[in-house]
């Protein structure tokens, strides 16, 4: 067959196949539905950035002016709010098991006269660390308070010494860290979690849509049919078949990408180039491992349940909420074989912290590197599509 | 009288239509293997693969490099410090800037810690000083191990220097001096602030109710694919009444996950040692409701599924969602009203709630009634929405097969009149 030839037999499969997706609504929800329903969800769920008001309970033994006043200051903290004021510290632990606030603030009895006579009273402070993110948020508010509490004591004490705020400064807190989270400074979890999750979700969707349109021509032995169009050309066939979704997840991944950066404005140092060209080949080498699957298990179903459970386990193993090195070595090495690992760690280089394309150079090779697997399961597929009897 | 008979007749043969449907169905569970690995593969293999991917809880030895433009006895103490902490590594330490960012970049260390020239002039002349934390924030856990080991050495060697430079007379006024007002805290019910303790508890309720969803919408694909009419129910003389049929179908179901619930929520935890304070009988109880409420919503879902596979392609991705909607990571309070409303209809968000507050914060269930009362009542609208599209399906079979019925006698009649002529 000539090139030309194989062109025009590239251009039959494909038109069959935009006639096959058109004509099922299940494929355009797979490929557009599900990842637009995420997008929204995962955009409008974190739009503040960060949980703010998260609810504590107080439990004031003292009820002094002091204590009092050391409470409204905590309420003012962004992202505390003081639910339930108490005296009861049964109370309080009783509405942490309800799930009505994450923490406990605990001001012990005769904590104002306990101050101004040196006798040293103890805050404490619970969090109910079930809960991750909300338990270390209120911990760095309720420690704050809890160290200020102290330097204001001191602040006290320098000024009836006749000491200026400097010096005292330099007596309360002598060494202050200074910190720069480089790319996200106001640690806003949005940035953090959905630079991750929603290209995860747009890689879920790629497997099993893959698996699942050359699934179906198994199972309903349609697969002579699809080669013959394809001129008996087995590379035909399959690409005709699969451009039609690179395109339609490209134009899913531009949005998702335009979105990220565009409407939200998240960190992208590097401009669009970079991710561009890392979202596109994430599609491709998903679309590349979607091919390995149903070639490893050539019957619909097994070819799908491969795909959910990847793609389901890429969320945990890529490292973006519990880091990989981390990990036990072994899932260190496996999380290699997870293209949205070598997204996220581009993601890191490119939008997060604007390094150098030579830093990423190894990453963007993975991504490729995918795209030697349809060649070497090719003959395992081809057999599938020509001689195998499906077993429903 | 006759009437009477006839309803106990009714009663005693729905009965046994009943379990005739239960061990129906339990063959079909056990002879298709999409399903099996829906409701055995999945449910035993995931949870021990996600325990085994958070299984170290947290970050030990986080990569940093430090730049140390002071060079002086006050930074080398600070340095040995941090690096004697057990979250934070020290890889390097450098004097200049541009080697250190080069590090970061070739993800040798995540951090930078920058001590200026001045910083022990600083202390010494009795200036407050500043040490600079860089973070690469790919990962907020490296993040967290940086600022929390530098403040905390940051916070001791500024006492001690203080009781230095202006000492005072006794321990106990040395002690009002640099820390008048002492705390502490405590990380209740989960005291290392481990990510498995934190995660894993949601991902195996999850994981019921996935699974359920996936294995009996699979089995009503199969069924329809099978069925002549595509029909969920099958022409058959026991699939005759709503009630066996959902009951028979459903107890299926619950004994199956019964074994798996006790995989899941008894074995799973004790083989990792996730904190486990609940009362077992209380949190049994509690998933009473919430395995009823996964069945029925499962067998819901399934009168909608015209193919083995569609299962899959709509249900999947969904448990992202659900896992931050039912509130365990991304706190309930900050949620939006409507996707919190949203929540409410799948019984993993009261599930999630509920086992994690008394499995892993001890409530009794007393003080999860909220959630408790929640899912029996999504058990019953769900039970009843089961029934519905159950009826629907059965009136609808009889339709087919009468309108096939009627079709065939005609074709026939006129077969026999061309025959006549």
């Known amino acids: 067959m000539t090139f030309q030839e194989t062109l025009l037999c590239t251009w039959r499969v494909m038109k069959r196949e935009v006639k096959r997706i058109t004509s099922r609504p299940i494929y355009l929800f797979g490929m557009i539905g599900a990842p637009l329903i995420c997008l929204i969800f995962f955009i409008s769920l974190m739009r503040s950035g960060l949980p703010y008001e998260l609810p504590i309970a107080v439990v004031d033994m003292d009820n002094s002016a002091d204590s009092r006043s050391l409470i409204r200051q905590l309420d003012v903290f962004e992202q505390t709010q003081v639910y339930i004021k108490t005296q009861s510290f049964q109370e309080a632990r009783e509405a942490i098991q309800k799930g009505e606030v994450y923490g406990i603030f605990y001001i012990p009895e005769g904590f104002a006269s306990k101050v101004t006579s040196g006798r040293r009273p103890k805050i404490s402070f619970y969090t109910n660390a079930s809960y991750l993110i909300a338990a270390s948020l209120l911990f760095r508010d309720m420690k704050t308070i809890s160290v200020l509490a102290g330097g204001a004591v001191g602040l006290k004490t320098g000024q009836a010494k006749g000491y200026t705020d400097k010096q005292i400064m330099a007596q309360v807190q002598p060494i202050v860290i200074d910190t720069h989270p480089l790319g996200n400074p106001n640690i806003n979890y949005s940035v953090y979690l959905n630079n991750t999750i929603l290209p995860g979700i747009l890689q879920l969707m790629i497997f099993i849509m893959t698996v699942f349109s050359i699934g179906s021509e198994l199972k309903y032995a349609t697969s002579r049919e699809w080669v013959k169009t394809g001129g008996n050309s087995f590379t035909a066939s399959l690409v005709g078949k699969l451009f039609p979704h690179t395109v339609i997840f490209f134009f899913v991944g531009m949005l998702i990408i335009s979105i990220l950066y565009g409407y939200n404005a998240f960190p992208l140092q590097s401009g669009w180039g970079p991710m561009m060209l890392d979202m596109l080949l994430l599609i491709l080498a998903a679309q590349c491992c979607g091919i390995l699957m149903i070639s490893t298990l050539p019957t619909l179903r097994l070819g799908l349940s491969f795909a959910c459970l990847f793609g389901m386990v890429s969320f945990s193993i890529v490292g973006f909420s519990f880091p990989t090195p981390a990990m036990d070595p072994m899932l260190q090495s496996l999380a290699l074989l997870f293209p949205l690992r070598h997204y996220y760690l581009i993601y890191v280089d490119q939008a997060l912290n604007g390094r150098a394309m030579f830093y990423s150079m190894g990453e963007y090779l993975w991504l490729v590197g995918f795209f030697i697997l349809p060649v070497i399961m090719g003959r395992h597929l081809k057999a599938a599509m020509l001689y195998f009897k499906y077993i429903p | ?421």
């Open chain 2, 1 to 421: 009288m006759s009437d009477n008979t006839d309803k106990r007749s009714n009663i005693i043969e729905g009965i046994n239509d009943l379990f005739w449907i239960w061990k129906d169905e339990f063959k079909k569970v056990f002879r298709d293997s999409g399903v099996m690995i829906f409701f055995f593969l999945v449910p035993f293999g995931y949870p021990l693969l996600y325990s085994f991917i958070y299984n170290n809880e947290v970050v030990r030895d986080a990569k940093m490099i430090v730049v140390d433009k002071s060079d002086s006895f006050m930074s080398r103490e600070f340095i040995r410090r941090v690096n004697a902490s057990p979250d934070v590594k020290v890889v390097a330490v450098t004097g200049d800037m541009a080697e250190a960012k080069k590090m970061l970049d070739e993800k040798k260390a995540y951090g930078i810690l920058l001590f200026p020239e001045q910083f022990s002039k600083d202390i010494h002349r009795g200036k407050q000083t500043t040490v600079s934390l860089y973070c690469d924030m790919g990962s907020l856990l490296n993040y967290k191990a940086f600022l929390v080991t530098a403040t905390e050495v940051s916070l001791d060697m500024g006492k001690e220097w203080v009781l230095h430079s202006s000492p005072v007379s006794t321990s106990e006024l040395e002690r009002i001096k640099v820390n008048p007002i002492p705390y502490d805290s405590v990380a209740l019910f989960n005291a290392q602030n481990g990510f498995a303790s934190f995660l894993v508890p949601a991902i195996l309720i999850l994981i019921i109710q996935q699974t359920l969803l996936l294995g009996v919408g699979m089995l009503g694909g199969t069924a329809r694919e099978r069925n002549r009419f595509h029909c969920l129910v099958p022409i058959n003389k026991h699939f005759q009444g709503t009630l066996r049929i959902v009951l028979g179908k459903g107890l299926t179901y619950l004994i199956v996950y019964s074994v798996v619930c006790l995989w899941v929520i008894v074995i799973v935890p004790k083989i990792f040692s996730f904190p486990q304070v609940g009362d077992p009988m209380d949190i049994y109880l509690f998933f009473l409701p919430f395995l009823l409420a996964c069945i029925f919503l499962a067998m819901t879902l399934s009168g909608f599924m015209t193919t083995r596979e569609q299962p899959m392609i709509v249900l999947v991705f969904t448990s992202v969602i659900l896992v931050f909607i039912s509130g365990i990571s991304w706190p309930e309070s900050a949620i939006p009203p409507f996707w919190k409303a949203l929540g409410y209809l799948f019984p993993s968000t009261p599930g999630v709630q509920g086992f994690v507050r008394m499995n892993s914060s001890g409530a009794e269930l007393s003080q999860v009634a909220p959630e408790f009362r929640l899912l029996w009542f999504q058990c019953g609208i769900y039970f009843i929405s089961a029934c519905l599209i159950y009826r629907y399906q059965i009136i609808r079979s009889h339709q087919l097969i009468r309108k096939q019925y009627r079709f065939m006698k005609a074709r026939m009649a006129t077969i026999a009149q061309k025959k006549a002529e």
